[in-house]
């Protein structure tokens, strides 16, 4: 589990002044991310989940993420005992601050592991 970052709601006070287009419900998640340029990974690691939408996520990651570019996250949606459902995001970092990072999603879907 993740410490919880003391500038965490001064980052989502400045997101939510902001018009979105879909709701953010607050809901904590574990993730691992994945930074790609072109064909190349450049960083991955794991976080976790502080809001969501399905048009954006913010989460804080356990390391300094890189500041930009595009990312893909398999965050861990529910988990049976003969099963896993991950639900995968790929979209763009918009917003960086410590280890809080926003992402705007341009695709997602679920994936059932077994």
Partial sequence: MLPASPSSSEFSDRLDVEHRLHRRYPIKLE???TLVKGSRIEQSGQ???L????G????ESQHDCLAAGLIELTIAWLTLPDKT????MRGHIVRKLGNLVAVKV?????DARR
Avoid: W
């Fill in 31 to 33: 993730l691992r991310y």
């Fill in 47 to 49: 976080g976790a989940t």
């Fill in 56 to 59: 954006g996520v913010l989460f």
């Fill in 85 to 88: 459902l991950n639900l995968m």
């Fill in 106 to 110: 341009d695709k997602h879907e679920f």
């Fill in 51 to 54: 809001n969501m939408s399905s």
